[in-house]
Structures are given as C-alpha cells and as structure tokens.
C-alpha cells in the first residue's frame, strides 16, 4: 500500500445504496464504510473536484430494485454541476453509462473509487478506468463487500475483509491503493465549471 502523492480530481461512490449499508443485508462494518466514504465526499466537495454518485438500478426483486427503499443512495447528493449521479445496470460503472463522457468533459486524469462490492462493481468500474488511462486510487477502508458463503466441496467462507482484499491485488500494480481514505486528497478538475 502506498499514499497517493497527487490529488485526484474525482471521486466516483459505487452503490452506497441503503440495501447495502444499512438493515440486514448490510456489508460487514457498514459503519466504518459509510464514516470513509462521507469524509472522501465532503472532502472531494470542499475541494471542487467531481462527486459522482454511481447508483446500481437492480433486477426485479433484487435488494437494489430501481425505486425501491435499498436502491436509494445513503448520502445525500448536492447536485449541480459538479455532482451526479449516475445510474448503471451492470458491474462496471463505465458500462451503458454516460460516466466516461463526463470525466472527459470535465478533464479528470485521476480518480477515486470507493463504495460496494469490492470484487463486483468496485473492482469492474476501477478496472474500465485503469484501461482508459486514469489514474487510480482505492482507498482500502472506503470499499466493502459481503462474505463468500461456505459452498460443500469448495470451500470454507472467505472473510469479506479478505475478498476486499484481493479484489484490491486483482487490480494489479496500476492501481494506488491508499491505506487510509485520510490520506486522499483532491483538486478542482481542469474543466470545472
């Protein structure tokens, strides 16, 4: 792990959803995600870097459905014209979406991803990123995910803490992985209006 030396002109929040932090089907230390993941947002705000709001529109049925009460983002969004939302329906949060045409718009060379599934929507949408050339930062304590159950035959459960954690070396040695999300920081992105 290291701390990123330069400021990162955006911050992109994966599926901080209520089904996901708060209730039942919360992520294990729920609490510690969302304290991280208000601190990057008011930072990132204070700073006048991009806030992005990454929203999953779930299947029917499913804990995130679009317009249900999990589906809706934990932390209040301050729109305008640096903060969004975008909404995806799939992993990857460049996928069908408008989220690459607007980090071009704005100029953003660097970015942060933060929020939930590490290995699912964290992991694909910081990937696409990685490929397009972004500089990348992962805040270790500002991503989360569940548990891989125990399955008979293949395994014992696999500690979310754990997951998190390979989903970060699957990433490979392009991505900044910053031990604390106090060590980020950012800036006004080129094109900030």
Known sequence: MNSPALPAEALLVVDVQSAFVSGDGAVPDAARLVDRTTDLIARARESGALVVHVQNDGAAG????AHTPGWELHHPVEAGPTEVVVRKTRDDGFDGTPLGGLLAGFGVRALVVCGVMSEMCVAATARTALARGYRVVLPHDAHATQDVPAMPGLGDRVPA????????WSLGDRVEIAARAADVTFASPAHAS
């Open 161 to 168: 803490a754990t997951v998190s954690r390979v989903a970060e």
């Open 62 to 65: 499913a804990d995130d459905e």
